[in-house]
């Protein structure tokens, strides 16, 4: 490919391009921005549930028809809930994650040219870009967006008798999911095909880095997953224009019995969570992948438990397709089914451990670089583990009784697959900036984003906790109806002041991200004093990724600070620096790692 | 109003901008000695931040969280929940120091050298059986409370009551004297038959229909739920209890009040919480709040989902006799 440049318009170069560096810088792109429409919606229902029935300005600007005199509609609320969710889980974590370091990081760090198929990688991106497109324009519809919440159960979502954003908003989400789910398919077949085909020489699979690990488990989770998800959606929309009954049976509505006969809900949400538990993963994995490469390189230590952390991530990913019924312990599904997800949900813990003990354990007596990346990643290891530790309650049947659905849920997850996986990402970003623009990132105002983020993350979720223990219900338009909750309201209100404060200092990365992607100081071509492939390439993108031949790979990503005794931490390094890039050839009598 | 609203976006973000393009002039980008001792620093400032708000939510907000379970299945849920609680509180105590003590201690400078440590097979067991012993508790202990509450198969002599949703609002109806539901299904409903009892079902004949719960201490009582248009849950978290309803399918639940109304709102912490909630509405200028067991909609249904709720009164056996016979049965209602 490098040997013949042809020459590019900029329709071939930017728009419709084939190249996995592009592609990536694509999703990122397209990714942040549905987040900042994500992150804006969020600010707007929390002023909500902090000011209840109190008139702003600002909905008076952003909500239309949906606000009278500045109060919002508890129509809308649902709405912006359910888009909110929507758009983080898929939108962001999903193909602006996945989307955008698979693409980035897959031929660089294996040694490849390019994706095994550059078509279908542009099919994959603008797929997404449409799909993206439909959700935007689904807020705009009259009646309002989806509303029954980012799971969609039906009846509600099958009906719009039953709430106004179950009509056209709810069929363009249903459009819109069924597009982006062709998009994640398209892109992660190619990720699977990618990394077991076009591995450079010497590039075994137990040489790969952890990314790569991650990123290849996490494709595979989501071509088991995502056509379930898809299969669910289309018997849903088969229900609502075509008149069958897959979900919906008895229903009496608006004054007058629905034809529907013999079918369940609880089918439904079946087939939902065989996709709604593993896209935790999906999420997830990647951030933890982008984590292990990182702090291993700015702890200039090599990664614990390499095997370990590879067992890791398959035993999350084999468990989390078969623990799908925690989320439907009081559904009314067979109690005996309860007790089997219990267990099962509950052994993810063990792996969980492993790999957050790791991550400590790579920081012991390491040489800490706090880059922005870092910290990132270490803010990522907290709350991964203050996320994950509530997990316990959750997945336990008989506590789920009580806080099923309740804030306490809201602030498990949040923590241990939103926050976690938004920190992922923005290491990511921190990290290989200098290789997607070939500039750097500024450091201060780094630290002043990962510093106004973290706090207000566990302002937050913190407190939320508890305000789930006294029994409040999520998705409450508000609580004011009860006077068991009134004692609440302040602590809502701290919430809400803390969401505001971290969705503002957003601002302070969005202005970091564009003006450095212009005027940041020049990269060298390995910033981080790095050990894996993709610091081998240029700092200016040619297609290809190498301007010779592919580099030949001669030992693992995790050679920092090898020593010429490896007893003895006070002698010299073994080739001289902190670090050997994986080209680099054993030395004579070297042990590989 | 909104003209003004908008001008002052456009200057927060202009003055922002500015500020911003002035810290990017300084162009460093890779962290130094100098910046790795600051966040060092830092990471303790934050542990100590993390630290205090975690112990203040612990301490503090106590008050507001829900009393002891009220029923006597839940309080093997309490045990469970405190012992989860103890536990993941102290691992979190524990990790959240090493990683940002770490962060402090090991940060980077010229002279150090980080340790070579690619693997101990003895540490990772460590880490993987010790968890897993601790889930054996856990889940063992989980499995056996989870039988308890879920199977309502041996139970003698337990009040029969079927519970039913719609948007947006709870009804409910007794057995009666034959302790038997009737049948019911949407295509009765019809009128005053808005629960969609089949009347010409033998059983339907003394049951009661009611818009408030009355539960006898004491007794368990065997909850069935139906749901008229959308999913709903019937979340009452006093009783520790809750179950969806399922439009074209009955769910079910159960448990044994253990308290009354009345015993419950003398308990400490219930005055307490109840004392700090009037506080709160005296300042606003509204009605004193009284103790009342709650069941209320918590599965998203629709734009009232916020507003669902029906009153639940626990009270001794005679006055739940006398309740009771008060009520009509349907038949006499229905004609």
């Known amino acids: 490919m490098s040997e013949h440049h042809h020459k590019e318009t900029f329709v071939t170069k930017y728009i419709f391009t084939q190249d996995h560096k592009m592609i990536s810088k694509q999703f990122l792109v397209t990714g942040m921005f549905m987040g900042i429409i994500a992150v804006f919606i969020s600010m707007l229902f929390r002023m909500q549930i902090a000011w209840p029935e109190k008139s702003f300005t600002i909905f008076e600007a952003f909500l239309g028809p949906h606000q009278t005199d500045g109060v919002m509609n508890p129509d809308i609320y649902l709405a912006l809930v359910t888009i909110h969710g929507t758009i983080m889980v898929f939108f962001v974590l999903t193909a602006g994650l996945s989307g955008t370091f698979s693409n980035l990081l897959i031929p660089l760090q294996i040694g490849a040219r390019d994706m095994a198929s550059g078509f279908m990688n542009m099919i994959s991106y603008w797929l997404f870009f449409l799909s993206s497109v439909i959700m935007v324009i689904s807020l705009f519809v009259e009646a309002g967006p989806a509303s029954a919440g980012w799971t969609i159960y039906p009846p509600l979502s099958a009906l719009p008798q039953a709430i106004p954003g179950s009509g056209m908003g709810m069929t363009l989400w249903l459009v819109s999911m069924a597009i982006f789910i062709a998009s994640s398919l398209i892109g992660a077949l190619n990720y699977i095909v990618t990394i077991l085909n076009l591995r450079t020489k010497g590039m075994t699979m137990t040489r790969l880095p952890l990314t790569m690990w991650a990123f290849f488990v996490t494709a595979i989770i989501g071509v088991v997953s995502f056509p379930v998800l898809l299969s669910a959606a289309l018997l849903l929309v088969f229900d609502r224009s075509f008149g069958t009954s897959f979900y919906l049976s008895d229903i009496f509505i608006s004054g007058e019995v629905l034809h529907y006969q013999g079918g369940s809900p609880v089918l439904y949400e079946h087939l939902f969570w065989f996709l709604g538990h593993p896209e935790v993963y999906i999420v997830l994995l990647p951030a933890l992948g982008i984590t292990s490469e990182i702090i291993s390189t700015n702890s200039r230590k090599p990664i614990f438990g390499y095997r370990a952390m590879i067992g890791s991530i398959l035993a999350i990913a084999f468990l989390s397709t078969i623990v799908w019924g925690h989320h439907m312990f009081i559904s009314g599904m067979n109690p005996f089914l309860g007790s089997v997800f219990t267990f099962t949900t509950l052994l993810i813990a063990i792996p969980s451990a492993v790999k957050a003990f790791n991550y400590i354990t790579t920081l012991w007596k390491g040489n800490l670089q706090l880059n922005p990346a870092m910290l990132f990643s270490i803010g990522l290891v907290s709350t991964f583990v203050t996320g994950g530790l509530t997990g316990l309650v959750l997945g336990d049947s008989a506590l789920d009784i009580n806080i099923h659905d309740t804030y306490f849920v809201v602030a498990h997850f949040h923590l241990v697959m939103g926050v976690s996986a938004i920190f992922g990402m923005y290491a990511g970003i921190y990290h290989w900036f200098p290789k997607m623009y070939g500039r750097m990132m500024n450091k201060t105002l780094g630290y002043w984003h990962f510093w106004i983020t973290i706090i207000c993350a566990y302002g937050v979720f913190w407190p939320m906790h508890f305000v789930g223990l006294a029994g409040l219900p999520r998705r409450y338009y508000s609580n004011t109806n009860f006077p068991m909750f009134d004692d609440l309201l302040q602590i809502n209100v701290v919430i809400t002041i803390f969401a505001l404060v971290g969705g503002i200092g957003q601002i302070i990365f969005l202005a970091n991200f564009f003006i450095s992607m212009y005027r940041g100081q020049k990269a060298t071509q390995n910033p981080w004093r790095s050990n894996t492939l993709e610091w081998t390439t240029p700092v200016e993108h040619i297609h290809g990724n190498w301007p010779g031949k592919i580099p030949e790979v001669h030992r693992w990503a995790y050679d920092y600070s090898k020593r010429v005794d490896p007893k003895d931490d006070d002698s010299d390094y073994l080739h001289g620096e902190d670090f050997v890039l994986q080209t680099t050839p054993l030395l004579e009598g070297e042990e590989p790692s | ?335």
Request: charged fraction near 20%.
């Open chain 2, 1 to 335: 109003m909104l003209a003004l609203f908008y001008i002052f976006i456009i200057v927060a973000i202009g003055v922002s901008f500015w500020q911003i393009t002035r810290i990017m002039n300084f162009r460093s980008v890779i962290a130094s000695d100098q910046d790795n001792a600051k966040q060092g620093k830092y990471s303790i400032y934050f542990l100590v931040f993390l630290y205090a708000m975690m112990i203040y939510c612990l301490i503090f907000m106590n008050v507001i969280m829900l009393p002891e379970s009220a029923s006597f299945e839940g309080e093997h849920d309490d045990n469970l929940f405190n012992i989860s609680f103890w536990l993941i509180g102290i691992v979190q105590f524990l990790i959240q120091f090493l990683i940002f003590f770490f962060t402090f201690k090991y940060r980077g400078n010229k002279d150090r050298k980080a340790k070579f440590y690619a693997d101990s097979h003895k540490l990772e067991a460590i880490w993987t059986i010790t968890p897993a012993i601790v889930l054996v508790v856990l889940i063992g202990y989980g499995l056996w409370q989870w039988n308890n509450v879920m199977d309502l198969s041996n139970v003698k002599d337990p009040v029969i009551i079927e519970v039913y949703s719609q948007q947006f609002r709870w009804e409910a109806r007794y057995a009666g004297e034959d302790n038997i539901l009737g049948l019911g299904n949407v295509n009765y409903i019809k009128g005053i038959n808005t629960m969609g009892v089949n009347m010409s079902d033998q059983n339907s004949q003394d049951d009661k229909q009611v818009t408030e719960l009355y539960l006898p201490k004491g007794r368990k009582i065997h909850f069935k739920f139906r749901s008229q248009d959308v999913l709903h849950s019937a979340y009452m978290p006093h009783f520790r209890a809750q179950m969806n309803c399922v439009p074209g399918m009955v769910t079910e639940f159960g448990f044994t009040p253990k308290y009354t109304t009345e015993e419950m709102r003398l308990k400490p912490e219930v005055i307490e919480k109840t004392n700090g909630i009037n506080k709160i509405r005296m300042a606003k200028g509204e009605d004193p709040y009284e103790f009342n067991f709650l069941l209320l909609c918590n599965k998203i249904c629709g734009a009232s989902h916020y507003n669902m709720q029906m009153k639940i009164t626990v009270v001794e056996q005679d006055e739940y006799d006398r309740w009771i016979a008060e009520q009509p049965t349907l038949a006499s209602v229905i004609k």
